[in-house]
């Protein structure tokens, strides 16, 4: 979506987005993400006869998640902690594919998390042969903080404006990422303001009448 918004012709040197969570969230920081999408390549024969020769990318693809580090998934981090996060796998004996997403707020350790992906991926084209994992990884996104910090005065006249609503503001790093991240990157500035809900992009989703 954000990469069709014409910032020129909306002329203006900055925004913000209302796209966060609880009453009081204000937010100029958000993760760096990137997607990888895997391709294992296996060999299918009867398994009566597959001594030596079949292949299963199924269970390759397990072997490549085992090689990623446990305490980096979604369910293990909080605050500022990136995650490696398998968000989808399906396949057969004969090819599997594996979708993940990866999540940091700095830019070193995100780039560290690549790395550990592309070193799995090669470890295991070495054991099992040539482009038996195929990778694309892809760049989803940056943290905004370098392009709002230069310009903190729309967060404090965010903070201003939530003190003056008898609002608290809360700031602290985003857990995900929003358009105001790529509108920043496209030279509109563009910090978070919370909409009141709660439990976003799951069945556990609500906002109380409150907010």
């Not at 020769?53 to 269970?59: A, E, P, Y």
């Not at 398998?86 to 090819?95: H, K, M, N, S």
């Not at 976003?200 to 907010?211: L, N, Q, T």
């Amino acid at each position: 979506g954000a990469d069709f918004f014409d910032v020129a012709k909306f002329n203006a040197d900055y925004a913000y987005t209302v796209d966060g969570g609880p009453l009081g969230e204000l937010e100029y920081e958000n993760f760096n993400a990137a997607s990888a999408k895997l391709t294992i390549r296996g060999r299918n024969v009867h398994p009566g006869t597959a001594k030596n020769i079949m292949i299963n990318s199924m269970l390759i693809a397990m072997e490549f998640n085992s090689l990623l580090p446990l305490a980096e998934r979604p369910e293990y981090t909080e605050h500022y902690e990136g995650f490696i996060h398998l968000t989808d796998i399906r396949g057969d004996v004969e090819e599997t594919e594996l979708h993940y997403i990866i999540r940091d707020h700095s830019k070193e350790l995100f780039a560290q998390k690549k790395q550990v992906i592309q070193e799995a991926v090669n470890f295991l084209n070495i054991k099992y042969g040539p482009d038996t994992v195929e990778l694309q990884l892809t760049d989803s996104y940056y943290n905004m903080k370098e392009k709002i910090e230069p310009v903190f005065g729309i967060v404090e006249l965010a903070k201003k404006a939530m003190e003056e609503a008898e609002v608290t503001p809360k700031i602290a790093p985003i857990r995900g990422g929003t358009d105001g991240a790529r509108l920043s990157f496209m030279g509109l500035p563009c910090p978070n303001l919370f909409t009141g809900g709660h439990n976003f992009h799951g069945r556990f989703e609500y906002i109380p009448i409150d907010s």
